[in-house]
């Protein structure tokens, strides 16, 4: 299958997409025993140059993610940053475009264990437009829960926990929605499928605290800054119960890879009035600028490759 990228980094250099294989033994891809990122970056037409957002902040959760994982990589961040840029001057895209790194047990080995196995580490990057089409999306509660910090670590990225991730959404798919909302174990409000949540109520932003089976979202971060810097706003960090997503004023998901995207509709039921509401609006506009590097006060979270 042709893809729109023409390199990897694979076994510790750059080489051309068709060599970056791996056998069909390879531990990660029997048992799901890996860890990544995904990172956008953005072209900002004006200026001609390509912009990664919060590079250096997902190089560290990938890091955070190995450390809980029993994974080790012999790159430092700085070190993964720069693979980065190298690999996107390699592909010299200049379009909006998706980065991928992975580390992963590549030992050709039945063993369901993480000790005394390899860990490699890849990366790629593609071109890429909106995760979810549309300026609003309409979603569903999901009847499958989220993984629970104890059964999968929800705070890392493994990439066997996206088995949850992807019967999240495909339920939801096949139900007609763009996405779902997954509840904790116990009941509460999660995040959706592959992204945070916040619910606004009377002027307030309230998004689920990092104890309740979330991933630590870089763009859940990055809201409650512009929200509380930009919008003067208030933002409380607790539980959510499940029909507070009916009763609220607005509700939208943020995630690197759905951006900032108001939910206008939740189990067939209206969010407020069913149109995108103020707050999301304005939350919108700031962080399609501030990805793009168009505003200066925000300038050091995007790097230029
Ligand atoms: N939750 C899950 C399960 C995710 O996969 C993602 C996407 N990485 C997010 C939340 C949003 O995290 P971030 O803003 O760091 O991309």
Known sequence: MSTPNRFAFFNGEIVPIEQARVSVMTNGLN???????????????????????????????L??????????????????????????RCEGFQEDTYIRPLVYKSDPAIAVQMNNLTDSFTLFALPFGQYIAGSAARV?????????????????????????????????LLNGYDEA?????????????????????????ITPPV???????????VVVELARTELS???????????????ADEVFFCGTGVEVKPIIEIDRRPVGNGVIGPISARL?????DIVRGRNARYRHWCTVV
């Open 31 to 61: 048992y799901g025993t890996g860890c990544f990122e995904g990172i956008r970056a953005y072209w900002n037409a004006e200026e001609e140059q390509l912009l990664v957002f919060q590079l250096q902040a997902h190089m560290e959760r």
């Open 63 to 88: 890091k955070r993610s190995c450390k809980i994982l029993y994974m080790d990589i012999p790159y430092s961040v700085d070190e993964l940053c720069q693979i980065t840029l190298d690999l996107l």
């Open 140 to 172: 569903c509660v999901s009847s499958w829960r989220r993984i629970e910090d104890n059964v999968i670590p929800a705070r890392a990225k493994p990439t066997g926990a996206y088995i949850n991730t992807a019967l999240a959404k495909t339920e939801a």
């Open 181 to 205: 909302i997954v509840l904790s174990a116990d009941g509460q409000v999660s995040e959706a499928s592959s992204a945070n949540l916040f619910i606004v109520r009377n002027g307030t932003l």
């Open 211 to 221: 104890t309740s089976d979330i991933l630590e979202g870089i763009t859940r971060q």
């Open 233 to 247: 706003a208030t933002v409380v960090e607790r539980s959510i119960d499940r029909t507070e997503l009916y009763l």
């Open 284 to 288: 919108v506009q700031h962080y399609s």
